[in-house]
């Protein structure tokens, strides 16, 4: 089946700096891509949606400053966590739909994102 | 999007068949079914999709009955390694719309 690959898996950051998350298909492209968060034992919550060439649409509640989304390729979606808090530490997942698949949705692997 | 509504959690033990039922009474015609599986610390892997009557494939079966109101998802004979969050959800996934999670079904597979 397609891929979608995050890097990185895990990272630890110091308070107040910024950090990117990559996110590729690596064998389909993918026009739309999605950016989602979760907290230990909880579900997946929406963050954003990102479109290839155009601005991200981010779900309420969600600050566009503090989670910049570029996706300037149809394989290629970042996430940039800019002047990350203690509060942003979570699991950040990102997913693309190949839609030569039937509606099925691929996800990456996800990044543990420690800020210290 | 249809609401959907499982169990919080789920035990079993190795070797046993494991029915994991979700409600969703509000589908719509064009819905699909879906089910996922998540791993701590992994995205989620797409299991098996339908629409009405039975999907079976090499890992679960899924069962919708007629009026679609409701599936179960069924895993013969679980092992350790299926110890996972399922998710069921439930909807037409047009183009560029995202995949919403609801709580989803923690199953416990004890030895």
């Known amino acids: 089946g397609a891929v979608v690959s995050q890097h990185p898996s895990w990272v630890i950051c110091k308070s107040g700096t910024s950090v990117k998350i990559e996110c590729r298909s690596l064998d389909f492209q993918a026009t739309t891509m999605f950016w989602y968060r979760q907290f230990p034992k909880q579900s997946l919550m929406l963050m954003a949606t990102?479109?290839?060439?155009?601005?991200?649409?981010?779900e309420q509640g969600v600050e566009k400053d503090k989670f910049l989304i570029n996706h300037a390729s149809l394989t290629l979606s970042t996430l940039t966590v800019t002047s990350a808090h203690p509060e942003d530490s979570s699991f950040y997942i990102c997913?693309?739909?190949?839609?030569?698949?039937?509606?099925?949705?691929?996800f990456g692997q996800g990044t543990r994102l420690t800020v210290v | 999007l249809a609401k959907t509504t499982q169990p919080i959690s789920m035990d079993s033990y190795e070797g046993q068949e494991v029915n994991i039922t979700c409600s969703h009474n509000?589908?719509?015609?064009?819905?699909?079914i879906t089910w996922y599986q998540q791993f701590p610390s992994q995205g989620p892997r797409f299991i098996i999709q339908?629409?009405?009557t039975k999907v079976t494939n090499e890992v679960a079966s899924l069962f919708i009955p007629a009026d679609r109101k409701s599936s179960t998802l069924s895993l013969p004979r679980v092992s350790l390694s299926d110890t996972a969050v399922y998710y069921c959800l439930v909807g037409d996934h047009p183009e560029g719309t995202a995949l919403i999670f609801g709580k989803g079904t923690t199953l416990s597979v004890s030895s």
């Open positions: 990102s479109n290839e060439g155009s601005k991200a649409t981010y």
């Open positions: 509000n589908i719509a015609t064009n819905d699909y």
């Open positions: 997913s693309a739909i190949d839609r030569g698949s039937n509606t099925e949705a691929f």
């Open positions: 339908g629409y009405k």
